[in-house]
């Protein structure tokens, strides 16, 4: 909850006491109250963006939430937290620019949850837009994120299991591979995954136990799997007979997958690999493992207890 004004607003035709938000437009017409914060600002603005609340404003019957100086109050049941970064993307342009800036991820959380409620598109599919391009379901969405790393919005530990609880809430599910992959490979031991990771902040993010199971399930699958498949265990295909290339082989085989455990499955090739190799091995190498990467990114969904991509698509939510 935030409050940010000074005494509780309370007056006979308004029954709710609230304290007012730092959005307090005094020529504003409609005061907003939610968990007890009052926002006042402009009907004409709210409605001309969102449909749900310009029905809300039509409606005939009086406000149920009384009046202060004759501005109606209306309740909303929603975060107050939420609200405020909702209004402030409308009411300010330079509040929310994933373009330019890495955003927070609560902000872009309030808008997608408060923009599918009230149906805002712009906010909804800005905020939308941060996520897909961090969590990609495609694998040359995955590529371009993996090479701006964090472009759009702010990172911090935990973030990844924040935006899959988020995800679950909104219903967009094909971001949910991207996201168990990468809680799976930084997030390693059942302690991390039970009992959740600390934020920066101290405070603890935290799956909920169904997907606690689903991610470490689909870490222990899929580590068995990328280790038996990783380019190196293609060596047969590459025509190569030479020991000191097998070795070589061998050897960064190894230290990829080193601690035991060590989730490696969808990096690109590595020029750290040439060095040692034969030439057919050089040749093949590379492509050897985009097929590997390719089939690993086409199973990912499998992984976690998914439908396939074209599935999760369909099913995201869109406005
Ligand atoms: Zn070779």
Redesign the pocket.
Same mark, same amino acid.
């Given at each position: 909850m935030i409050a940010e004004g000074t005494a509780p607003i309370v007056s006979s035709s308004n029954p709710i006491p609230f304290r007012r938000s730092d959005i307090w437009y005094e020529d504003g017409s409609v005061i907003l109250v939610a968990e007890a914060t009052g926002f006042k600002v402009y009907k004409g603005v709210l409605a001309a963006n969102s449909e749900v609340f310009r029905d809300m404003f039509d409606l005939s019957v009086p406000s149920t939430g009384g009046s202060v100086d004759g501005c109606p109050i209306v309740l909303l049941s929603d975060d107050a937290l939420d609200v405020k970064h909702l209004l402030n993307a409308l009411l300010d342009r330079e509040f929310f620019r994933p373009m330019e800036n890495p955003q927070p991820f609560a902000v872009a959380a309030s808008l997608l949850r408060l923009g599918k409620k009230y149906a805002i598109r712009r906010v909804y599919d800005e905020a939308l837009s941060c996520l897909t391009h961090e969590f990609p379901s495609t694998l040359e969405g995955w590529e371009r994120a993996e090479s701006t790393d964090y472009s759009r919005l702010q990172y911090y530990v935990g973030l990844e299991i924040d935006v899959i609880n988020v995800v679950r809430e909104i219903n967009l599910p094909s971001l949910l591979p991207i996201l168990f992959y990468l809680c799976a490979a930084s997030y390693d031991s059942p302690t991390q995954i039970f009992r959740g990771v600390e934020r920066g902040d101290g405070s603890v993010a935290i799956l909920s136990r169904a997907d606690q199971e689903i991610l470490l399930t689909g870490r222990h699958l899929m580590v068995i799997e990328a280790h038996d498949l990783f380019w190196v265990q293609l060596?047969s295909l590459?025509n $190569?007979n030479?020991a000191p290339?097998?070795q070589r082989?061998a050897l960064v085989h190894r230290e990829c997958f080193r601690p035991p455990g060590t989730l490696r499955a969808l990096c690109g090739w590595s020029e750290d690999w040439y060095p040692g190799?034969?030439?057919? $091995?050089r040749l093949n190498g590379p492509h050897a493992h985009s097929v590997y990467r390719k089939y690993l990114w086409e199973s990912l969904p499998s992984f976690f207890e998914l439908p396939e991509w074209d599935t999760l698509r369909a099913q995201d939510h869109t406005l």
């Open positions: 060596s590459f $190569c030479s290339c097998g082989k190799l034969c030439d057919p $091995c």
